[in-house]
């Protein structure tokens, strides 16, 4: 699987987008992005993929660019309780087993 | 529904012991994963299974075994518990892949083992 780069850390005020970047240089063309957060030590949360179309949902949109090495996550109206760490990964479709590898992600800090 | 259930929350082990550490989803998952988190870093996988008996090996699966006899479970055994086992344990489950699209991992909340 590709690996993936993202910040280590960001500040958002409230109710502003949250803008997260992630590179994927070498990323495959069946590879997904996938999106997952992380609150306080608590499972992981799936947000968001995608393959190459920009993709919308209730939680979040995800834009990924033309050539495909990077992509963002759009939080459009960030709140205090999407202060988490997320997770941008890469994944091979298999057909077997499929398995996500996770990085150590962006910590957001969201404030008043 | 419940989703993925992980029990304990919490334990302690002294240096040597065993224990189980169980995961339970009611979503009808055929995929179920084993995952551990240590201070500051990402996941890291233990050990995966694609069904009812068959499973295979992650990226960090010495000193851990697991089975699925059901569809339903799939406990992690510690057998000889270390200090380095000393980590946050997360269970997930997910629908095999299907055509093209395939579906996010659900979570549980996870067993805070400290070995000591």
């Known amino acids: 699987d590709a690996k993936t780069t993202q910040p280590p850390s960001m500040d958002c005020a409230e109710g502003r987008a949250a803008n997260l970047p992630c590179n994927h240089s070498?990323?495959?063309?069946?590879?997904?992005v996938y999106w997952y957060r992380q609150i306080h030590s608590q499972g992981p949360q799936y947000i968001i993929h995608?393959?190459?179309n920009n993709e919308t949902n209730e939680m979040a949109s995800l834009i990924i660019t033309e050539d495909r090495k990077s992509s963002t996550l759009i939080l459009p109206h960030a709140t205090l309780r999407d202060t988490a760490v997320y997770y941008c990964?890469?994944?091979?479709?298999?057909?077997?087993?499929?398995?996500?590898?996770f990085g150590t992600g962006t910590r957001l800090q969201v404030t008043l | 529904n419940a989703g993925v259930t992980q029990t304990p929350k919490f334990r302690i082990l002294k240096i040597g012991q065993s224990m189980t550490l169980q995961c339970t989803q009611d979503?009808?998952?055929?995929?179920m994963y084993w995952y551990r988190q240590d201070p500051g870093m990402g996941l890291k996988l233990i050990y995966y299974?694609?069904?009812?008996?068959?499973?295979d090996k992650g990226e960090v699966p010495n000193g851990y075994n697991v089975s699925r006899s059901t569809t339903e479970d799939f406990p992690l055994r510690l057998e000889l518990a270390a200090p380095s086992q000393t980590s946050v344990y997360f269970c997930?489950?997910?629908?095999?892949?299907?055509?093209?699209?395939?579906?996010?991992?659900?979570f549980g909340s996870g067993t805070r083992l400290t070995v000591v």
């Open positions: 070498t990323i495959s063309g069946n590879e997904y």
């Open positions: 997930a489950s997910s629908y095999s892949l299907q055509g093209a699209r395939s579906y996010g991992y659900t």
């Open positions: 979503m009808n998952h055929n995929y």
């Open positions: 299974s694609v069904g009812a008996g068959i499973t």
């Open positions: 990964i890469v994944r091979l479709y298999t057909g077997t087993a499929s398995k996500l590898t």
């Open positions: 995608g393959l190459k």
